[in-house]
T-cell receptor, first 115, second 110 residues
Framework: SAVISQKPSRDICQRGTSLTIQCQVD?????MFWYRQQPGQSLTLIAT?????????ESGFVIDKFPISRPNLTFSTLTVSNLSPEDSSIYLC????????????FGSGTQLSVL | QKEVEQNSGPLSVPEGAIASLNCTYS??????FFWYRQYSGKSPELIMS????GDKEDGRFTAQLNKASQYVSLLIRDSQPSDSATYLC??????????FGSGTRLQVQP
């Protein structure tokens, strides 16, 4: 596995502002994934972030609302822009680690509440 | 139709019993299957992976896969109160990001 540090762990934000979430991994990884988990729901993939290329967004998620940076193989940020109460959710970064394919490990998550 | 379906539960079993958690998926080309455990307020934790038809055992956990029926299950033997959590089934669609089911909440009664 890997140690995946995610910051902040929680935040309360005002409507219309933005929040940037950081994800730091203790080893180099090719692909990082950002998921959202709305209250009582399962995980929904927002985007896949590869180092050196633009993130790939899933249907229903757009770059203007969820800009992602991936400056190197150990770090990524997700920004949630122009916040509304509907963005209140847990945001999780995850990485694929190890030789066995497609195993994902998750950061501790960021709980966002929008007032 | 959801891509990965699970009964939301709660599934309640007495301590020491076998808990059986089920999952169906819609994409026939899915190759990799995972079970995650998520305690309340925590992030998902990988507990089992399975890639081939049949059973795979790891301690008290057994994952079962039937690709013809598009069905994957997780058995937890000798269930403990500490097993009480939400169990998420996840499927790889070949794009290396996983698709998750909505999870089954398991309650193990002491």
């Amino acid at each position: 596995s890997a140690v995946i540090s995610q910051k902040p762990s929680r935040d309360i934000c005002q409507r219309g502002t933005s929040l940037t979430i950081q994800c730091q991994v203790d080893s180099q990884v090719t692909m990082m994934f950002w998921y959202r988990q709305q209250p009582g729901q399962s995980l929904t993939l927002i985007a896949t972030a590869n180092q050196g290329s633009e993130a790939t967004y899933e249907s229903g998620f757009v770059i203007d609302k969820f800009p992602i940076s991936r400056p190197n193989l150990t770090f990524s940020t997700l920004t949630v822009s122009n916040l509304s109460p509907e963005d209140s959710s847990i945001y999780l970064c995850s990485v694929e680690v190890g030789q066995e394919r497609e195993k994902l490990f998750f950061g501790s998550g960021t709980q966002l509440s929008v007032l | 139709q959801k891509e990965v379906e699970q009964n939301s539960g709660p599934l309640s079993v007495p301590e020491g019993a076998i808990a059986s958690l089920n999952c169906t998926y819609s994409d026939r080309v899915s190759q990799s299957f995972f079970w995650y455990r998520q305690y309340s307020g925590k992030s998902p934790e990988l507990i089992m992976s399975i890639y081939s038809n049949g059973d795979k055992e790891d301690g008290r956990f057994t994952a079962q896969l039937n690709k013809a029926s598009q069905y994957v299950s997780l058995l937890i033997r000798d269930s403990q109160p500490s097993d009480s959590a939400t169990y998420l089934c996840a499927v790889s669609t070949g794009r290396r990001a996983l698709t998750f089911g909505s999870g089954t909440r398991l309650q193990v009664q002491p």
